[in-house]
């Protein structure tokens, strides 16, 4: 089955700075990649995704990139804000074979003051 | 994109007893899943529950301590047996509508 590693577990960035969080994934027929952000006491939130036929998209601050050739996908959060204080997890599913997601342990994302 | 109501969202369970988690989605979805969060943990999935048919268990979950129903195309209900402290955690609902969706969560504490 599909094995997904995330690191890091813990990053501290200065406000305003960048964040980059990485993933690899073992299983070769993956082909969606979401990245969730979780708040304290809240349920998991969609971010950001990418489908195996883009190599990268961004979404104003927020950008993740793929290579399928490496099984590895990366988030990167710019000019980061206190609100980006989480924990963010990633996660691989193959759509159209069984649509379960397997999740990453999770980066907990600390914005500096 | 798809609303899922969850209940109870926290309980405070004695061990050896069992405690039904019930989800209600707000549109038809092929697929449910069940997903547990350990305390500052991640997801791991549980099982996925397709309507008509017996769930679907990853490796380390057993029907026997954890038996799903999905009666219908929109509700399904994960039990949680014979609880011992170790299953204190978070019960998560989902649904892939494209996009996952989920349950505000359980929180079950087991004494």
């Known amino acids: 089955g599909e094995n997904v590693e995330q690191h890091p577990s813990t990053l501290s960035v200065q406000e305003g700075d960048s964040a980059v969080i990485k993933c690899t994934y073992s299983d070769s027929a993956s082909n969606y990649f979401p990245w969730y952000k979780q708040e304290l006491g809240k349920r998991p939130q969609l971010i950001i995704d990418?489908?195996?036929?883009?190599g990268e998209k961004k979404d104003q601050r927020i950008a993740v990139t793929l290579n399928k050739t490496a099984k590895h996908f990366s988030l990167h959060i710019t000019e980061t804000q206190p609100e980006d204080s989480a924990v963010y997890f990633c996660a691989a599913s193959s759509m159209n074979r069984d649509d379960k997601i397997i999740f990453g342990k999770g980066t907990r994302l600390h914005i500096l003051p | 994109s798809a609303v899922i109501s969850q209940k109870p969202s926290r309980d405070i369970c004695q061990r050896g007893t069992s405690l039904t988690i019930q989800c209600q989605v707000d549109s038809q979805v092929t697929m449910m899943f069940w997903y547990r969060q350990q305390p500052g943990q991640s997801l791991t999935l549980i099982a996925t529950a397709n309507q008509g048919s017996e769930a679907t268990y990853e490796s380390g979950f057993v029907i026997d301590k954890f038996p799903i129903s999905r009666p219908n195309l929109t509700f399904s209900t994960l039990t949680v047996s014979n609880m011992s402290p170790e299953d204190s955690s978070i019960y998560l609902c989902?649904?892939?509508?494209?996009?996952?969706?989920f349950g505000e969560g359980s929180r079950l504490t087991v004494l």
């Open positions: 990418i489908r195996s036929n883009v």
């Open positions: 989902s649904v892939n509508t494209g996009e996952l969706f």
